[in-house]
Every structure is written in C-alpha cells, then in structure tokens.
C-alpha cells in the first residue's frame, strides 16, 4: 500500500472513527461532566500501545496521559493474553489520568484471529466514594475506591463481582455503572468502525499505514522545532496552592529535533490532594509545547516522542503514591501557561498572556443524610483567557482543558440548585493592546433553602494571572457568601440555610501596552460592558469625547 492518495483517505477514516468514538462516548455517558462538558478523550492504538489518532473531542490532560497509559495495560495484560470480547478498566492515577474520578477503558480490536489495536477512552465520573472529589484528602486512599487495570468483561462476560464492588463504593451507583458502560460501548463502535476500514481496503491489518502516520508526524515535528532557537529557555509561575503558595519553575531545552522541559525547582509535594502524578504533568506541559510549535502536526505517538517532560521524584509534579492527587488539575493545568511562558523568550508574539487556566468546578452536594435529600453535582466552569497574539482573550471560555461551561439549566434539572446569576465580570480581563478574557460570576444556592456543602478546587484568588508584553493582569478571583464572610479557595465548606455561595472567577491577562489599544475596540468594549468608563480612561487612556471610531 504504497499510494499517497489511498494512505490519506485512511487516515481521514481514522480520525472520522476515533471521533465517531468520542461523540457516542458523549451521546451515552450518565455524567454531566461528560455529557455536558465534553471531559474525556478516544483514541486508536497499535498493538504495541503507540497512539495513532485521537479524537479532536476531549481535553489534553485526558489524551496525552491517555497516550502512556496504554502501554501500561499492555504490561499487566500483554497482547497474547487478550481475547476477543474483553475489555479492561483503570482509574488507578498513576497508571491513568492522574486521579481516581477518571477511569479509562481499553478494548482490543480483532480481526482474522488476530490483534490489529487497541481502542481506548476516557471520562471523568462525578463521584468514586471516600471524602469526594476535592483537595482535602492526605492521600489516595481517603479520595475514593481505586481500581487497578483489571477486566471489566471477559470474553463479552461483565466482570459483576467488580461491577457490585464499585457501585457499593461510591454515592452515585448508577451513573457510575452507566459511564463504565459507555465507555464500553464508544470503544466497542470504533472496533466496528475499524473492522469496515480493513474490509473496505482489502487490509490484514493497520501496520503499515500506522507506521507511516507515526514516522510522518514524527518527521514534521522534529521539522517544526528545528524552526525554534535553540536555547535554554526559563520561567516561573507562583500560584496558591492549598494551604501556601506553590512555585512552579520550568526550563525549556529546545534542540535541533527534541524539546526537553524540566520542572526542577518546582516546589515540593503538598499534604493535601492537590499533587500531579508525573504523567498528567507530562502530558499538560506537552500540550504547552504543541501550542506553540507543531501544532498542526497530528497529535499521536509520533510527534509527542520528540518532547521529554521529567520532573524530580518528591517534586509536586512527580507525585508517588500515596499521595492524594483528587484535585491534580488545579496545578496541572497551570503547566501550559508556565510552558509557553519560557517558549516566549525564543518565539517572541507568539505565546498568550497567562489564563485563569485550571477549572472552577464546585462540588456540590448534600449536607444531610436522609437518603431522600442526597444529591451531588460536579458543574464545570471558566474564568477568562489570557490575550492571544492579535486576539483578545476568550471570557468564561476553559483553556488548556477546552472542556464546556455546564449550563446552569442542566444543574438546575439534576441536583435542587438555582443559579441566581451568572454573568461575565466588567473590568475583570487585563488591559493590554489585546484585552484579557472575561472572568464571570455565578451566585447559588438551595432551591428549598436547606444547607447545602461545596468542595472547591480553586486557584488564581491570591495570584491573579499575569499579563505580557506591558499587558496587564487579569482580576483575581473570589469565593465569599452573599451575606459577607470569604471562603477560602481551597477545602469543603458548608453553606447555611437559606445563605447563597458567590463565585467570581478570574480575568485573563492583557497582552501589550493598553495605550496602543484600537480606539474602535475600546469603544466596543464600553459598549458592550465589557470595560467600565473609570477603567477605559485609567487604563486605556480613553477620553469620554473620542468621536474618531
């Protein structure tokens, strides 16, 4: 299969199915965090466990870790030990997606007796049992049930003693069982899909084609970093941790075909649930790379082998277990902003202003224990972006994860919530040639006035996310009730009867000298509310008169 024209049409088959793979995964899941919200990720795989394509539906945090956790199924179960129907199951952390509310299904493809892939996905489950999603926990085993890499079906037979184990583990039985099963299901579609592509191009198997697809991507990116100086390249990001500020230091080796980034200096591990196994920081500081160079290079085993991530044993980022890593996102998804900002000193108007970056997603749940009164919701939410080159930042809008805000009337329909408001923040985006996102502020409460508890997993309230190039920070967040007092960003905390929790999240930073702002995009800007008049003549030096736009 030599023909040029014939290699693309399969390739473009690949990526159809694998995001076929990905949107029933959606169509399927019980979870909002899913269903809604879009966190998960699907992908193909060779025999040997190399990520050939993924679904562009999904985060990076959930496909680059997606990308190493094959090969480690693939080392408890070895490819001659599987057969046709089974399917395996992991939310183990380190062997994973970095926590135990996400779990990743693998289904082998068989074809003429023989294995041609693997089919994997990922999704995030709303609640895996111990304390609950959050950063309280002192170590994994307080965080939920961990499943090791084991069988959820053999041979096509549900593995039921592991499927009662589960469900009596966690709050939330039958949405956690429905979600195992979708995962299933989206695998089990792109092996049917797989097995049309061999049928339709006459194939034994996808050898070949997956070896062409590896070593072409693999090629352009080597090409795209011999682009870049090389150098070493620096930066550091404080941001606030749980209980103390945390440091996060990168060094950016860039060579004439590899890039290598080091987070020695980093601070060291937390006592509370906000560390990163080694392989979601890897695959968020990889993702930073790609941002910036090679990005439209095919995102697979190929091109991410020519970035090395490391970080030293005991280092945040190189959390071992034990450690409790529930809430890993609130420092790894840091990590593209820390990258990107070292890769800016070599590719200088390329790089955004830094972004809220990781999600505001509350907890929500029950404070009482009668059994007709128990709910939990896990909504997914956004602060601004930073300013992008030549482009205002997105408000409200997640980056890195590229998840979706839950809309309020599918947290309204499924937990006894209102959101009283939620509206974009004025004044909160940095200023700067290009202005930072909008952050937004959202108010809830009970919908029958009774004491509900959040668990939050917040960051950027005492680091506001900074601006570049002369632009301007973003405004910090905030967490407080209606009635006054402040929460901490950090920790569960229960919210009184009849009280509201209001959340302010934060603006992204501004690029550029706010001086030199078109006049037209000011005027815009005040228009649409987006900037106050205070702020557009301090900040943008706007005269209320300006009639030249």
Same mark, same amino acid.
């Given at each position: ?23 029933? #995964?959606?169509? !399927?899941?019980?979870? !909002? ?6 966190? #998960? ?17 999904? @985060? ?43 779990? !990743? ?14 089919? +994997? ?22 965080? /939920? ?29 039958? @949405?956690?069982?429905?979600?195992? *099963? ?50 070493? *390249? ?106 990107? /900002? ?53 408000? +409200? ?26 509206? *974009? ?55 407080? #009730? ?33 001086? !030199? ?20 003549? @301090? ?11």
């Amino acid at each position: 299969m030599t023909d040029p024209l014939t290699k693309q049409i399969i390739w473009n088959r690949l990526l159809s199915l694998v995001e076929e793979q990905a949107q029933i #995964l959606i169509r !399927t899941a019980f979870s !909002t965090a899913v269903r809604e919200a879009g966190d #998960l990720s699907a992908g193909i795989f060779d025999p040997s466990g190399r990520m050939i394509a993924q679904a562009v539906t999904g @985060t990076p945090g959930h496909v680059n870790a997606m990308a190493k956790s094959v090969g480690s199924f693939l080392e408890v179960f070895p490819a001659q030990t599987l057969s046709e129907g089974d399917v395996l199951v992991t939310n183990d952390p380190w062997k994973g997606t970095g926590h135990l509310n996400d779990f !990743t299904v693998v289904t082998p493809c068989f074809w003429k007796n023989r294995l041609v892939a693997l089919f +994997a996905a990922t999704s995030h489950i709303a609640d895996v049992g111990g304390l609950g999603f959050g950063a309280d926990g002192r170590d994994v085993f307080e965080e /939920g049930i961990w499943i090791p890499i084991s069988h959820l079906f053999r041979q096509g037979k549900i593995d039921v003693t592991l499927i009662r184990l589960i469900k009596s583990n966690v709050r939330d039985p039958e @949405t956690c069982e429905g979600d195992l *099963y979708s995962l299933a299901a989206c695998n089990d579609a792109g092996v049917q899909r797989l097995h049309d592509v061999l049928k339709t191009f006459a194939l034994d198997d996808i050898s070949a084609i997956a070896d062409y697809i590896l070593a072409q991507s693999a090629i352009g990116m080597r090409t795209a970093i011999s682009e870049v100086p090389p150098g070493q *390249y620096q930066n550091t990001m404080r941001i606030d941790g749980y209980d103390e500020p945390i440091d996060l230091v990168a060094k950016v080796d860039v060579q004439s075909d590899k890039v290598t980034v080091d987070f020695a200096g980093t601070s060291g591990m937390s006592r509370f649930g906000i560390n990163v196994p080694l392989t979601y920081a890897q695959a968020y500081a990889s993702f930073g790379v790609r941002a910036l160079i090679g990005g439209e290079i095919p995102n697979n085993h190929g091109s991410l082998s020519c970035i090395d991530v490391m970080a030293p044993e005991g280092c945040l980022l190189n959390a071992a277990p034990p450690a409790a890593v529930s809430a890993r996102h609130a420092v790894g998804q840091m990590l593209p902003d820390v990258v990107m /900002g070292a890769l800016a000193k070599a590719l200088p108007g390329r790089a955004p202003a830094e972004g809220t970056s990781c999600l505001w997603n509350p907890v929500l749940k029950s404070a009482g224990s009668h059994p007709a009164n128990q709910f939990v919701v896990n909504p997914f939410h956004s602060g601004g972006t930073g300013a992008r080159a030549e482009k205002d930042g997105l408000s +409200a809008t997640a980056f890195p994860s590229g998840v979706k805000n839950t809309p309020v009337e599918i947290t309204e329909t499924v937990a006894p919530l209102i959101i009283w408001e939620k509206e *974009y923040i004025q004044d909160s985006g940095g200023a700067g040639r290009f202005r930072g996102g909008l952050g937004q502020r959202m108010i809830i409460s009970h919908a029958e006035g009774q004491p509900f508890r959040v668990s939050k997993m917040f960051d950027r309230i005492k680091h506001a996310p900074r601006g570049r190039d002369g632009g301007k920070a973003g405004r910090a967040g905030s967490v407080s #009730l209606a009635s006054g007092p402040s929460l901490r960003g950090m920790g569960q905390d229960d919210v009184s009867a009849g009280e509201r929790l209001v959340l302010d999240l934060p603006g992204g930073g501004g690029l550029g000298d706010p001086k !030199t702002r078109d006049r037209a995009a000011v005027r815009h800007d005040l228009l649409e509310g987006y900037v106050s008049e205070p702020a557009a003549a @301090t900040e943008y030096g706007w005269q209320g008169d300006e009639d030249d736009v």
